[in-house]
């Protein structure tokens, strides 16, 4: 019973070499695919980078913006190598970014109350003039409006003009 067991540490270890092959062998076939691009391949392979990989996304570092034009032109073909070499990766994307340039997910702002009041006001303000003109117009038109229909739009209106 105790053979069906594994030590934590087992466990640990055996990630971490998995997932540091699946890194190294990463860095080797980056630099072996981008080498065969047309024209420049030994060179584009000499001045990029392997980053980070998540969800199917591989962020490159180039030291030159010329460079990055270089790997966004040959993007589909250097995917495509990726993919034969490596497809337990399932890259489907390459984002690429300026060496020395910060790259980070923009932050999402939490609106306070009033800040999202005013943002629904601005929003739907257009909303609550069509309706008010409608209504208007409906009244003006003597159009009768059956009694339970009337407190629905008088209720809807009156929950618009509180937010």
Known sequence: ????????SDLVNSFFDSNMQTK???????G???????GN?????????????KNGTLLVEADHSAWIQILQINKKYIITGLQRKLPQLEIRNLMFKLSGQ?????EKKELTRAELLKEMNEKYSSVEEHIEE???????????????????FDKLKNDIQSC
């Open 1 to 8: 019973m105790n053979e069906s067991f594994s030590k934590a």
């Open 24 to 30: 190294s062998s990463l860095l080797t076939v980056w």
């Open 32 to 38: 072996a695919v981008v080498s065969t691009v047309r």
């Open 41 to 53: 391949g030994l060179q584009l392979a000499d001045h990029s980078r392997v980053l980070d990989y």
């Open 102 to 106: 910060v790259f980070k997910e923009p």
């Open 134 to 152: 409608n209504y208007e117009k409906n009244v003006k038109n003597d159009v009768k409006i059956d009694g339970r229909l009337k407190e629905l």
